[in-house]
């Protein structure tokens, strides 16, 4: 199954010059917010992940050197979702129900 990514232009108000964004979404999810860097930043034209939610809300989120590095990244985080819904995987040693 291929995860359905799609990217809507949008202006952050970031209180900086970097507001050229995108909302991401996996299929009616919103799941992160990306900001492309303005002049100034050493990686300017790149885009940063602003704000990712669920598996995308990384302690130290990365930069990416266009959108298609961007959305791999973000297919490969997600790729435990189907249709925007995260699946459960059990983890070993881990309760899945309360006692």
Do not use: C, N, Y
Not at 24 to 29: E, I, K, S
């Amino acid at each position: 199954m291929t995860l359905d990514l799609a990217l809507a232009p949008v202006r952050v108000g970031t209180g900086t010059e970097d507001e050229e964004g995108r909302l991401v979404f996996a299929g009616d999810r919103l799941v992160a917010v990306l900001v492309r860097l303005a002049e100034g930043h050493e990686a300017e034209g790149h885009w940063f992940l602003e704000h990712g939610f669920g598996r995308l809300d990384v302690p130290l989120p990365p930069t990416f050197s266009d959108l298609q590095a961007a959305e791999q990244w973000i297919a490969t985080k997600l790729s435990g979702m189907v249709d925007g819904h995260a699946t459960t995987v059990p983890i070993p040693g881990r309760r899945t129900q309360p006692s």
